[in-house]
């Protein structure tokens, strides 16, 4: 028990020290200013193709982005194109009906997330150890709830920033489109922005578990950037590599390691492999963070 009280206080501290430093705000506003913008970017997008649309398949034009695609995502040849596009029919069946503004926003969270965990977090580790600040820490704690301490601390931070950014992505959309001021479409998005969260948590790991190897917070950063991008690269290779027969077939077992390899789990409706894909991430997250304490553990600080 005491060791939890430890991390929590950890945890705590963290927030407290961004707080002081003004760092939650820059990490709430970078956050809210990519869902805003992207929103608005995306809502100017869709209504240039709704009046393509519109003109090549006779539909009646709408002066209001996301009426003719709502009626677009619920026919079937724009359901086998999308089929095309997701290659996989149980997300397809599961995304069906829904919103375009709903995707739109969980398509964006799920590719800008990761990249803005490593920005924002994937160097705290490395800056109390570059600065000595570490040892006046761990002769209260141990080395193991200062890390784990870091790593909730964060985690609670960035989600606190996606549910914000939802939020202000769905005031953009009930302004700017047509038909989206339900709240049923609120609480959509708000579901969105926890998935994007739980995809976030093991690129978090990764990256402030490789911030445990060095004292430099530029070198950590650019250490989670690279890591990031062979995860993604990685993940690409094996899709494209992988056949039924030989030794290729067992390319996808290795592609469970990556997060990239459940992310499909968490654009699910039902609940058994929503859990099971939250669970895995989760998991990830506190293997590759526990993978760098190791290093760090008998480390000289």
């Known amino acids: 028990m005491n060791a939890f009280m430890q991390m929590w206080r ?5 927030w407290f020290d961004a707080l002081r430093s003004r760092r939650a705000l820059v990490v709430l506003l970078l956050y809210l ?5 992207n929103m608005h970017w995306s809502i100017n997008l869709l209504h240039k193709l ?28 724009f359901q086998r194109m999308m089929k095309k596009m997701t290659q996989n ?13 709903e995707l739109i926003y969980a398509w964006f969270a799920f590719f800008y997330t990761p990249l803005l965990v490593v920005l924002v977090a994937g160097n705290r580790i490395a800056e109390e150890i570059g600065s000595g600040s570490v040892r006046y820490v761990i002769f209260r704690t141990s080395r193991a709830s200062w890390s784990l301490g ?3 601390g964060q985690t609670l931070m960035i989600g606190l920033a996606l549910l914000l950014s939802g939020a202000s992505a769905y005031v953009v959309a009930k302004i700017r489109l047509a038909g989206s001021g339900t709240p049923d479409l ?50 690409i290779l094996i899709r494209h590599f992988t056949t039924d027969i030989g030794w290729r077939a067992y ?9 990239d390899g459940h992310k499909m789990l968490l654009w699910r409706n039902a609940a058994p492999p929503l859990v099971a894909g939250s669970v895995t991430l989760i998991t990830l997250g506190f293997c590759y963070l526990l993978t760098g304490y ?3 553990r008998t480390r000289d600080v």
């Not at 009046?51 to 995502?73: D, K």
């Not at 004292?215 to 690269?233: D, E, H, N, W, Y």
């Open 150 to 152: 870091k790593f909730i």
């Open 294 to 296: 190791a290093f760090f």
């Open 89 to 101: 029919d149980l997300v397809l069946r599961d995304i069906t009906g829904k919103h375009p503004v």
């Open 50 to 77: 709704e009046s393509e649309l519109a003109t090549a398949l006779q539909l009646p034009a709408s002066e209001q982005a996301g009426v003719v695609s709502t009626a677009l995502w619920k026919s079937k040849p």
């Open 10 to 14: 950890v945890a705590c501290y963290e």
């Open 33 to 37: 200013a990519a869902a805003v913008c």
């Open 186 to 235: 609120f609480l959509n998005m708000t579901q969105w922005s926890v998935r994007a969260w739980i995809y976030s948590i093991p690129y978090l790991g990764l990256a402030m578990g490789l911030s445990h190897l060095t004292r430099s917070p530029s070198k950590a950063t650019v250490m989670g950037i690279l890591a990031i991008t062979a995860c993604f690269a990685l993940s």
């Open 251 to 259: 390319l996808p077992h290795l592609g469970q390691l990556l997060p």
